[in-house]
């Protein structure tokens, strides 16, 4: 198994012990970037603010260490953010 069969399905942010999602609550999936195929928490944000982006921190992506990736909705009641790009 590599490392993206490994990422895809777990939570960002979660703790390395337990990744899995949780009942009752929301996740968005991350599509394309450095954070693929990972779940994205989202049940305390409104829509309005994964539309406009969120940067979630990353040392994977093309800044490193302090470097984050940006990713937006794809639109109303769609679970995906795409990736915008990688942010310094």
Do not use: I, K, N, Q
């Not at 305390?44 to 093309?62: I, K, N, S, Y």
């Not at 940006?70 to 639109?75: K, V």
């Amino acid at each position: 198994m590599d490392e993206l069969e490994f990422m895809r399905g777990r939570v960002y942010g979660a703790d390395h012990e337990d990744p899995a999602p949780r009942p009752g609550r929301v996740y968005a999936e991350l599509v394309g970037g450095p954070l693929d195929g990972l779940l994205l928490d989202v049940t305390d944000r409104a829509e309005r603010d994964l539309r406009g982006g969120v940067v979630l921190p990353t040392e994977m992506g093309r800044h490193g260490p302090g470097g984050g990736a940006l990713y937006a909705s794809r639109g109303p009641g769609v679970l995906r953010l795409d990736w915008r790009g990688d942010v310094p």
